[in-house]
């Protein structure tokens, strides 16, 4: 039966009653898991969820998905998964309050190596979830300050580059970034093919 | 675990890319009628970008992270929601029609009056004390799930475009890389408000519209004290394959 092909399942929006026990305590917490901690410098990732003009969304799922401190992710494609922090899992769901405002707490990412040999900036990626949004939404962040950013394979394909800058967290504090996330308008944080 | 190697075994995983969408089978992501889409809707075309590690990638064993449920969201005898009692078997299967193994699928629903258990909905149908409408559960070695629920109620979108939603279930499934993340409504077979629904119908491929309702067991095939409904999730990864050009 492995002959017939079919297409992925039509996407649909979460609409506006995606149940709050979904957003489990401590799901916006990556660096603690299982009771331990995850190597690696921690960071806190806080940001606003706005739709067209600026106004903030509440109930926005967002989820991030990102490398260990080493640049290595906890999954079998990874050629280095073996030597993966076994006290990180990589993954991290927030929701947005009534002022559009998320909060993760994670650790920076380490470069992840491709096997061309090159190497990616630290990013996590970010995938938006809300009513209204009828597919989900794909962005990556990247850091304020960071030299890799320059020549990131993803990042590279933002143009013109003047748009790179809304995927880029802004230092906001010691070990703090910003991250605003504008679904629409003008000044839109660009998104990527699912 | 073979189908993530696979993705990248030997090659470079900055030149793989997926099948485009074929047109009308996902939803449009504008939809008359239903204003907020065009508000949230991001106004330049989306980028196209190299596939990474990043994205062949993504979390695996979710209940390490996420709290598992029962799988019976009607309840029992005295706490049994009020409704018609059915279950769900739901199937999770990649492009190919392998089963995905134990990868975590939330549900979500209304009462059998049409009314979530949730703070946002204000609608003026009575809440269950016995049903909450929502479930986490894994997928056994087959790919499947079973949930016990009872049949959501129709309800109705406020708003100046009022429309009723046909009765329907939310469903959340990861899949095994990044980019097999999906969140899909399940319709049932034969309801006449689907044929207005704009949520469906935003789907204007047909057959692509047809997968989207579940499919009835016949009741002599399925005896016990629930009807029974079949319904096939099917997740975007493994036909990732390499670009010639890169
Ligand atoms: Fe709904």
């Known amino acids: ?194 | 675990m073979s189908i993530q190697v696979d993705l990248v075994k030997g090659a470079k995983a900055d030149t793989y890319t997926i099948p485009p969408i074929v047109d009308g089978t996902q939803p449009t992501r504008i939809v008359e009628g239903y204003p907020q889409t065009a508000r949230r809707t991001p106004s330049r075309p989306l980028l196209r970008r190299p596939l990474t590690l990043s994205e062949l990638t993504g979390p695996l064993d979710l209940s390490g992270r996420l709290a598992a449920t029962s799988a019976d969201v009607a309840g029992q005898s005295a706490r049994r929601a009020l409704g018609q009692l059915i279950v769900l078997r739901l199937a999770v299967r990649d492009e190919d029609g392998s089963p995905i193994a134990g990868t975590m699928v939330e549900m979500w629903q209304a009462n059998a009056a049409g009314r979530y258990a949730h703070p946002n909905d204000s609608d003026h149908a009575p809440l269950d004390p016995h049903f909450q409408g929502n479930a986490r559960v894994q997928t056994d070695a087959s790919g499947n799930i079973e949930i016990r629920t009872i049949k959501p109620g129709a309800y109705p979108v406020p708003g100046p475009d009022r429309w009723w939603r046909p009765p329907h279930v939310h469903f959340s499934v990861w899949g095994k890389v990044w980019l097999s993340r999906v969140v899909t409504q399940m319709f049932f077979p034969g309801d006449p408000l689907n044929e207005q629904d704009l949520i469906l119908n935003a789907v204007v491929d047909a057959e692509a519209r047809a997968r989207l309702v579940a499919r009835s067991v016949p009741t002599q095939a399925a005896p016990g004290d629930a009807l029974v409904f079949e319904h096939t999730v099917v997740v975007r990864g493994k036909r990732a394959t390499p670009t010639e050009h890169a």
């Open chain 1, 1 to 194: 039966m492995m002959s017939a092909v079919s297409m992925p399942i039509g996407e649909a929006t979460i609409g506006p009653f995606f149940p709050g026990a979904y957003v489990d305590a401590g799901a916006n917490d990556l660096t603690r898991w299982q009771g331990r901690s995850a190597q690696g410098q921690l960071i806190d990732i806080r940001g606003r969820v706005t739709e067209d003009e600026g106004v903030p969304l509440q109930n926005v799922v967002l989820e991030i998905w990102q490398a260990d401190a080493n640049g290595i992710y906890r999954h079998p494609a990874d050629p280095r998964a073996k030597h993966a922090d076994a006290d990180f899992f990589g993954w991290g769901r927030a929701a947005t309050d009534a002022d559009g405002a998320f909060h993760f707490r994670t650790i920076m990412p380490g470069r992840t190596h491709l096997p061309n040999g090159t190497l990616r900036a630290p990013h996590i990626n970010v995938v938006v979830l809300a009513s209204g949004l009828m597919r989900q939404l794909q962005t990556v962040m990247f850091f304020e300050g960071n030299a890799a950013n320059a020549t990131d394979a993803v990042l590279a394909c933002v143009h013109p580059a003047a748009f790179q800058e809304a995927l880029i967290a802004k230092a906001d504090g010691p070990r703090k970034y910003r991250f605003d996330i504008r679904l629409c308008g003008a000044d839109e944080t660009p998104f990527f093919e699912d």
